[in-house]
């Protein structure tokens, strides 16, 4: 099974409208971390935003909201007020803490979202 | 506090050839990891560094294989390259604490032909 899906190969907002860009996981260890990366198309994985799975409240980052629901097992990201410089590739990534595959800091990335902001 | 770099940014080599590319990671950040970008494959794990030691390796052939220095500067190695090679390779970095986020690097572009 994938740990990190995201079914949204592409999205389309309208600039200053929000968007909701969907992630799901997958894991049987009880402690994970669930990460948000926004990729320009020069390369550079920019980190956005972390939930980590004990957290009460969902993660907020200026324009960047985390929907963390555990029992459904999603993690969904929130854009609020789109930019014309939010059009990039969007991932979902999770490292497990390891307490039953042992640990390090590993990332499970899902396949991405592109999504493209227009006026 | 200077981010994390990579050189070089570009790469063109044959295959058959070896190729080492090098990752300093943030100053005080000890974890260095690695990962292949392509367009077929997504983004899949290599390895990770602490402390000079291997701690986690991800699905990849002997030809892929790491070090890391006592300054935490990491660098990996691709022996005997293949066209499938081709690829964005980016390396991250995690500093002490109990955040657990992981910054990455531009990424080296490897284009083997």
């Known amino acids: 099974a994938q740990k990190i899906t995201q079914t949204q190969p592409g999205m389309f907002v309208q600039e200053k409208e929000a968007v909701t860009l969907d992630c799901t996981y997958d894991?049987?260890?009880?402690?994970?971390?669930l990460f948000w990366y926004k990729q320009p198309s020069s390369g550079e994985m920019i980190f956005l935003i972390y939930?980590?799975?004990?957290?009460?409240q969902n993660a907020t980052e200026g324009r960047y909201s985390l929907n963390f629901q555990k029992a459904r097992k999603s993690a969904n990201l929130v854009i609020s007020a789109s930019q014309l410089g939010d059009s990039a590739m969007y991932f979902c990534?999770?490292?497990?803490?390891?307490?039953?595959?042992?640990?390090?800091?590993?990332?499970?990335f899902g396949t991405g979202t592109q999504l493209k902001v227009e006026l | 506090k200077a981010g994390v770099t990579q050189t070089p940014r570009y790469l063109i080599k044959t295959r058959g050839q070896q190729v080492t590319l090098s990752c300093s990671p943030i100053?005080?950040?000890?974890?260095v990891s690695w990962y292949q970008q392509t367009p077929g494959q997504g983004l899949q794990f290599l390895f990770e560094?602490?402390?000079?030691?291997?701690?986690n390796k991800g699905n990849f052939p002997g030809r892929f294989s790491g070090r890391q220095f006592s300054n935490s500067r990491s660098e990996m190695n691709v022996s005997t390259l293949e066209l499938g090679d081709s690829a964005l390779y980016l390396c991250?970095?995690?500093?002490?604490?109990?955040?657990?986020?992981?910054?990455f690097g531009p990424g080296t572009r490897l284009t083997v032909l």
């Open positions: 991250a970095s995690r500093g002490p604490g109990s955040t657990d986020t992981q910054y």
């Open positions: 894991t049987s260890d009880p402690s994970y971390g």
């Open positions: 939930q980590g799975s004990y957290d009460q």
């Open positions: 990534a999770m490292r497990e803490a390891g307490i039953l595959t042992g640990g390090g800091n590993k990332l499970t």
């Open positions: 100053s005080g950040h000890r974890s």
């Open positions: 560094y602490f402390s000079e030691t291997q701690r």
